[in-house]
Each structure stands twice: as structure tokens, then as C-alpha cells.
């Protein structure tokens, strides 16, 4: 199957590779935004409990867990023209990037939901409760109070959902967005060296996602601040940090980052 | 718009025909994986040298990387491989008897092991340290301290993990349309060639795999029910 492996190729393919992350990163971005204020939205009627609208979520969010990614990609590219031109809009000749980052951010926005959910619950009720006793109102003590601690419980579940995101986006292909992997692919037929192409490609992703997570620690480190005050004195003395209450929390995954693409 | 009901049930009716296939690339890659995952959570627990190097090597790079290139590198490298080892030793093999979905199985049981290192590793660091002194003090040999007080435990806190590991998979099968594997994504691409109506055949999968989905957490709810028994406090 093809030439033979030729080490060299492996290198020459690195940055006309390279020149299509920009695509890639752009669909990671563009659906974290759609994903983000998605995932809020599912949320918010979720945590306050409002009738219809708390059912509704919970459909929407078991839907998008529930199928995998590739079908929904699909499902969205040749049945969302069709609804949308049910409210006389006509989407049919929009660039396919935009059906892509649409469906990745609706399926971001799902898991992003959860996320966000479970580590909202995790801030201590008692937190809420004191905001209230200095007269803060109900938006005031979510903003000021809860926000900036259940985004520091998100931000590991968030970053695994990031990097998530950035393995899935290498479907986008099947839809002939030319991002890294159907450039890769594309390599490969023009020269038959498919490995090579693959082995850059592999070498890409794995230095892009390793980036991402040290970025994010870094962020985590920064969100948690707060709580690291009386840490390093006492890290001498202990074999192994206590398992602290948040980190039980963050490791409660939302199911992403799972062995999904 | 001209939504097709009728096709979506036609189309439903033939999709069921391509369960089996996916229900056993996912079931193959799940355990092999769950294997693999076993082996390479133990190799890293027990600081094993340079195995244990290896083990976590094994684990970035496949956690670092789609799994569609994993699936990509082994379908096209491996014949390759091969090949080249069979020319060399004088085997009478050939790569061409290898079947598509033998490459499926291959590949996705790489990356299921990966996931499952870190779900079962996981699952046993969370287990009481003191435990497993109880084992020995009673005079347990490692083996035995492992397989009965530990893994049962340790199996119990990674269910979870374990279900959502299972459910990627699942999902994750959806990749063999790439070497013409007919699951249920390939299948539904089949039945709508016939007719253009695509939107109708992928509901008709959605449903499917949501069905599937939900099923699996149905089934592992009632397992961890059932695992969690001994753990439900109290004096009864």
C-alpha cells in the first residue's frame, strides 16, 4: 500500500500541515464560543429549575451525549437548511465551516452544560447564603460570588473538554472542511506517502493538545489562587496532598474527553 | 419542509441490520482495551522501571491524539509493517488477508486501552490504602489482596468512568466509514444514497445510537446499584 516509509516526508509534511492549524483552531474557537453561551443557557433553566424549559434541556443535553459526533455532523449539514427554511431563511449556500462550527458547538454546549451545572452545585450553599445576608440581590451574589468559584472547580472538566474538542474537530473532514486531517489525507493521495502524512499529522495534535492542558493548568492554578494560601508550608511535612473537596469535584467528569474520536 | 416519515422507519428497519457490527467493534475494542488499560494501570501503580516509562508514553500519545489517526496510522502502517517482517523472515503471510475489520479492532483497542488506563488507575488510587494492609495482615499474597479487596472496590468507584468509556467507544465506532467498515453511520449513508433523503437516514441512526446509549446507562445504573451494596452505611 503506497511507497515505501521515507522518514524525510515525515518532516516535509510538518509544516504544509501546519499551515491548516489555523482551520482547526478556528473550529475549536468558534464552536467553544457557540458552546459556551449554549452551555449556559442549557444550564441556567436547569439549576433554577424552571418547568418546561428544565425538561427541555435535559433532552437536549441527553441527545447530544447520547450520539456521537460524526452523526450529528451529518444530521446538522443536510437537516438544518431544511428546518431553517421553514422560517423562510435559506442557509443552503452558507460555507460548510459554518454547519461545522454550529454542530460542534451544540455538542460542546451539551457537555459544557453539565459541566457548568456540576460545578455550580459544588459552591457551598452557604456561600450563597451569606451574599444574600449582606443584601447582595440574587444576579449580584451569582456574578460576584459563585461565578469566580465554580469556574475555578470548572476549569479541569473544562480543559479536558477543550482538548476533547480539538480531537473531534478531525471529523470535520468528512464534510470537506479542509482542516489538518483532510489536508493530511489530501497529502497522502497526491504522494501515496499516507503514513508519513498520518505520523505529522499524529505529532501535531499531540504537541497542540499537550500545549492546551499546560496553558490551562496554569489557568487553574491562578483561578485557585485562593486556596492555595497555607499550601506550600505544609507541603513539606505531607507525602501526598489531601484530596481537597473541590478536586473530588473536578475529577467527577462530565463523560467527555472520554475515548471519543 | 418535506420530512420523510416513512423513510425514517424504512430506513430504521434496514439500520438494524448494522447494529451487530458496531455492537461488536465496540464490545472487541472494550475489553482488549480494558485488558491493555488493566496491564498499563498496574505497570504505572507499581513503578515497574522502564515499563512504566513506556506505559505513560502509551498513554499521552493516544489521549494527545484523535482517534481517528490511530485508526488512520494502524490501517495504513501496519500492512506495511508487516509486509516488510513477512519479506524479511520468509513468512508465507500477506497483509491483504488481514480482514477491514480486523484493522477496527486493532485500532480501536489501542485507543480504548489508553482511556481505560487512566479510568482503572483512577479507580484504584481511590482505593483505601489501608485496605490493602488489612489484605496482607491476614495474610493475603499480593494477587490475592489485589483481585479480592482491591479490584471489586476499585471496579465499583470507576463504573461510572467505565460506562462513559464504553458509551465513547460506542460512539467512537462510528470512525470505521473510513476503511469501509458498514456500521451504522456507513449503512446510513447507504440506504439514503438510493434516494437523497440523508436527513431521514442519519434521525433514523441518531436514534439508534441515543437508544444504545441510553440503554448502556440504564444497564450500568443497575450494576453499580447492585456493586455499591456493600457500601451503604449504617447499621442494617
Redesign the interface.
Known sequence: ??AP?DITYVIGYLPKLLSTLGMTLLIVGGSLLVGIVVGFLIALPRLYRIPVLNTLARVYV??F????????L??FY??LP??L??AHLDISRAPVLVFVIITYGLHTGAFMSETIRASVSAVDRGQVEAAYAVGMTSYQAFTRIVLPQAMAIAVPVFSNLI?ALL??T??AFSLGVMEM?GKAQTL?SLTQH??EA??S??LI??VV??TLEKLLFVAERRLLRHEQSDDAEHRRFRLQRKNSYRRMVA?I?S?KG???? | ???DLSFIWTALIQLLSAIPTTLVITAVSVTI?FIIGLITALLRIYRIPILSQIAVGYV??I???????HL??IY??L??LLDALSAQFGWSFK?SSIPMIGFAFISFSI??GA?MAEVIR?GLLAVNRGQLEAAYSVGMTTPQALRRIVFPQALAVSLP?LS??V??????S??VFTVSVVDI?AK??IVASTNWK??EA??A??VI??GL??LIERVTAVIEKRINLYNRGGVA
Open positions: 500500500m503506497g516509509f441527553s441527545f451525549r447520547g450520539t456521537p459526533i460524526l452523526i450529528q451529518f444530521l443536510y437537516g431544511e428546518i427554511k421553514l482538548i480531537k473531534d478531525s471529523l486531517t497522502g499516507f503514513i498520518y505520523i499529522l499524529a495534535y499531540l493538545s499537550l475529577s467528569d463523560g472520554g475515548a471519543e474520536a | 419542509m418535506k420530512l482495551g499521552t500519545f489521549r494527545g491524539t484523535p482517534m481517528l489517526t488512520l496510522l495504513f502502517g500492512p506495511m497483509s485507543t480504548a482511556y483512577s468512568n462513559n468509556s458509551i465513547g467507544m460506542l460512539h467512537g462510528t470512525l453511520n446510513a449513508q440523508f436527513f442519519y434521525l441512526a441518531a445510537f441515543w446509549t441510553l
